[in-house]
Structures are given as structure tokens and as C-alpha cells.
């Protein structure tokens, strides 16, 4: 008879060494509680490693190549030239690099057992290793993230989608991007900055349709402006093979034509990306042997403490239907592991969360927008406020892109529950001005705010 397999104890077991996973088990550990991780890849899960940070780094080479061509008109005797590839992602893996060590330090120093392997559960209490090992802890955490996904219509493996692009060493001369998310947006504005011609083939009629109307319409614009070619209402039905590609490197499509539902082709790309959506990392874990309840796009069911349908067993992160952020699953996580070991009643407040799109110009947006805000307290209650104008820079140098901030208010004394802006440093402007909305500020507060000039971020204290 075989014998049973070894098994180690511990308080919990983290699955998943992304953002949330990580920042569960080291605020576990400094409770004192022993912990297990596993993580069968790179530290960092997509944030790290095919997320926020490496396309972050790109979106910053983007940002320098724009002002680079901007330069001559301003007086600087310089010509534009295109980025080395190869040479920025040695500095790019270089950091992401820095961030897997610093992590590795981390988890040595707080005594986390790392397991660089996947498992499977085999009770609520007891995952299995893909070694055969077995490890038991009273409290699991699940957080395996997401992934990219493929449309399912012939042709679809000809493209790559957003994991692939980092693999990419040179920017195809033309590219096509299937879809108008945030990832699909920043893709674009990215690959145009860097010299591609960009097409984007957008289902629906807009940009962003999580964001405001207005700041949406305004980025799409821009991005005519800057030379985006934009496809809205389009039906995707095939992908079609069309000789080689020009070799963006690894992940790159071979040339091909989209045909449309009307039955259009495209003209040729070099290269296609989709950026259609994602997928949790649900599947093969053994979930469903233990009761632990998905939804019907296999995201695993939590409550507003992130305890799913088996006690004993949490989720964070891209794995549940909560916003696809890494500050939210960090957040998420750190808070359910001080109500765990900590005595804490504190729960993450999923209202407002601020969010930036790192398109050419950044949007930035926390709270409702003017459409939320109409539903959910009538037109007459609602008050819109905006500044349209050129940044600095693009007035001097005489670039017809546009600035729009927005304000959403509520009731007389004009309660700010929404702020949207779109241009040139939105990104960092946004952070101090969510602490206010879920402050409570009014308008009036805005107004009484003395502004910063000449800055962009005055326009918020200076609507009328």
C-alpha cells in the first residue's frame, strides 16, 4: 500500500506571488503567522512582469520620443531619432529585475516559505503540489490572477495580445489593435509615439466605456491628431494571413488583413494585437472538488471581506470580479490579513477608486461619471463643470492637442462625486484631489483652494 504523502503545516498558504499574493503573505508574517507561497513564475505576477511596470517604462520611452519631436520647434537644434528597442529593455529588465531580488530579500527576511511550483486543492484545508507534496494551513488565499484573451474567430493565433508585445524588440512599421480598453488605448498611443502607424478596430462606438463620454471623445481626438487611425462599430469575423510580417521579434504576427462582418478586408499590417479582454487563472485548481463558487466567466465569488463560499479559503485580486488594479488587490489583501491575525473589522471601500489610463495624454478619473451620477440622482441634481485647454507645452509649441478637465457635482452645495481629467500630467494630479472627493469635498472647497500657476492642475480650483 502507498504511503501517504508528507505534509507541512502552516497558518496560511498563499497560491499566487503576484501584487495581492505577495502583499497577503508578508502582511500575514508580520502578524507572525508562518506562511507558504507558491508562484510557479516570475515574482510580481502581471503587474511586474507583463503589466503595470514594464509598460509604464514603454509608456515613459513613448513620452520622451513625443517631446523629442517637439524639440525642434521649440528651438533645439536636435533631430528626432528612433528608439534603440534592444538598448531600453536592458534598462526596463533591469528594474523589473531589481523588484523579483527585492522581493526575494523580503520573503527570506519575514521566513515566507517559497514554493516556485502550482497546486491543486485537495480540501479547504490542503492544497498538493504538482511534486506530490502537500501542504496544510487553516487560512488559504487565492490569488492567481488573470490572463489575455484571444476572440474565438479563424485566424485569431495570427495576433498577440498585450503579454506578447513585450517580447517585441522594434516597432513594426504597421500595427492593428483589436479593441478600446485601457490596455488596447495605452498600446496604441505607445506604438505611435514610437513610430508605428497604429489602426485601432474599436466593437463598440467609443473609447473607454468605463470612463466619461466626454473625456473618451476628447482622447479619440487626440489621438486622430497624433495620427491613430480609428475603426468604431467594427465586427471582427476573421483574420486573415497575408505574407510576412517586418519582424517586430518574438510575438509579432506574420502580415495580415482583418475582414470585417460586412465582409471587408483591411488593408496589410505588419502586426496585430488584441486587447480584448482577460481571463482569471481559475482553471485546473481544483475549486470546484471543494465548493469554492465561480461565476460564470470562472472569476471565484468573495464578499466585501473577500471570504469565498468555503470557510477558511479567501480571494483577491484579478482572480474575483473585483477592479482589475494593482492597488486594489493589494489593498484588498492586506486588509483581510489584519481582520485574519490582526483583530481588525476593517474592509476595502470599493467606491471611488481612483484609476489612470496611461494614454498620450494620461487619463485620470475617480468617483461617477456625469452619466452614473444622472442615473443615479436624476438631472436635476446633477452639475457639470469643465476646462478645455491647451497645456503650456502645446501651446508653445503651437501642437492643436487638447486638455479636458470635468467636474461632477450633486445638490445645492454642489457635492463633488466625480473628477475626470484628460492631458498632460493627469496622472499625478489625481492622487491628492481622490483623497478629497472621498473627503466630502464641494465645490466651493475647490474654489476656496488657492491655485498653483501656472500649472495645468489649477484648472480644477478655477471651474465656474
Not at 496604441?188 to 466605456?209: D, H, I, K, T
Not at 485620470?364 to 443615479?376: F, I, K, N, P, S
Not at 452645495?413 to 484628460?422: A, D, F, K, S
Request: glycine share 10%.
Amino acid at each position: 500500500m502507498n504511503a501517504k504523502p508528507a505534509t507541512s503545516e502552516f497558518d496560511l498558504i498563499v497560491i499566487g506571488g503576484g501584487s495581492g499574493g505577495l502583499a497577503g503573505a508578508f502582511r500575514a508574517a508580520e502578524h507572525g503567522a508562518r506562511v507558504a507561497l507558491l508562484e510557479p513564475h516570475l515574482l510580481g505576477g502581471t503587474c511586474v512582469n507583463v503589466g503595470c511596470v514594464p509598460k509604464k517604462a514603454m509608456w515613459l520611452a513613448a513620452d520622451v520620443a513625443a517631446r523629442l519631436q517637439l524639440a525642434p520647434t521649440l528651438g533645439f537644434p536636435v533631430q528626432p531619432a528612433p528608439l534603440d528597442w534592444p538598448e531600453f529593455i536592458v534598462h526596463r529588465e533591469r528594474y523589473i529585475e531589481n523588484i523579483h531580488a527585492s522581493y526575494r530579500r523580503r520573503l527570506d527576511a519575514a521566513g515566507i516559505v517559497l514554493a516556485p511550483m502550482r497546486a491543486h486543492l485537495v480540501d479547504a484545508n490542503t492544497i498538493e503540489c504538482q511534486n506530490g507534496a502537500r501542504l496544510r494551513a487553516r487560512h488559504l488565499l487565492i490569488a492567481t490572477g488573470g490572463r489575455p484573451e484571444r476572440p474565438d474567430i479563424p485566424g485569431a493565433a495570427l495576433g498577440g495580445v498585450s503579454d506578447d508585445f513585450f517580447q517585441w524588440r522594434a516597432a513594426p512599421e504597421r500595427v492593428a489593435i483589436v479593441g478600446g480598453g485601457y490596455i488596447a488605448v495605452e498600446l496604441a498611443g505607445v506604438l505611435q509615439a514610437l513610430g508605428s502607424r497604429v489602426e485601432m478596430f474599436v466593437r463598440g462606438p467609443r473609447l473607454l466605456r468605463e470612463f466619461d463620454h466626454e473625456v473618451a471623445a476628447q482622447l479619440a481626438e487626440d489621438y486622430r491628431q497624433s495620427g491613430v487611425r480609428l475603426h468604431f462599430d467594427h465586427r471582427l469575423v476573421a483574420v486573415e494571413a497575408d505574407g510576412a510580417g517586418t519582424g517586430a521579434g518574438a510575438g509579432a504576427a506574420a502580415g495580415v488583413r482583418l475582414r470585417g462582418a460586412d465582409g471587408n478586408a483591411s488593408g496589410r499590417f505588419d502586426a496585430l494585437l488584441f486587447a480584448t479582454g482577460r481571463r482569471p487563472n481559475s482553471a485546473g485548481m481544483g475549486l470546484e472538488a471543494v465548493g469554492v463558487a465561480t461565476d460564470a466567466d470562472g472569476c471565484i465569488v468573495v464578499n466585501e471581506r473577500h471570504e469565498t463560499s468555503v470557510e477558511g479559503i479567501y480571494a483577491v485580486g484579478d482572480i474575483t470580479a473585483n477592479a482589475q488594479l494593482t492597488p486594489v488587490a493589494i489593498a484588498a489583501a492586506r486588509r483581510l490579513m489584519d481582520r485574519v491575525y490582526g483583530g481588525s473589522q476593517a474592509v476595502l471601500d470599493q467606491r471611488d477608486i481612483p484609476t489612470v489610463v496611461f494614454s498620450h495624454p494620461p487619463i485620470g478619473q475617480v468617483g461617477l461619471t456625469e452619466a452614473q451620477a444622472r442615473a443615479e440622482h436624476g438631472d436635476a441634481a446633477v452639475h457639470v463643470y469643465r476646462a478645455e485647454f491647451r497645456p503650456m507645452l502645446f501651446a508653445l509649441a503651437d501642437v492643436p492637442h487638447r486638455s479636458l478637465f470635468k467636474l461632477v457635482c450633486i445638490g445645492e452645495e454642489r457635492r463633488v462625486v466625480g473628477i475626470h481629467l484628460m492631458g498632460e500630467a493627469a496622472d499625478e494630479i489625481l492622487q491628492g484631489f481622490a483623497v478629497a472627493l472621498k473627503r466630502g469635498i464641494t465645490l466651493q472647497d475647490l474654489r476656496d483652494t488657492v491655485a498653483i500657476h501656472p500649472t495645468s492642475a489649477e484648472e480644477v480650483v478655477l471651474m465656474r
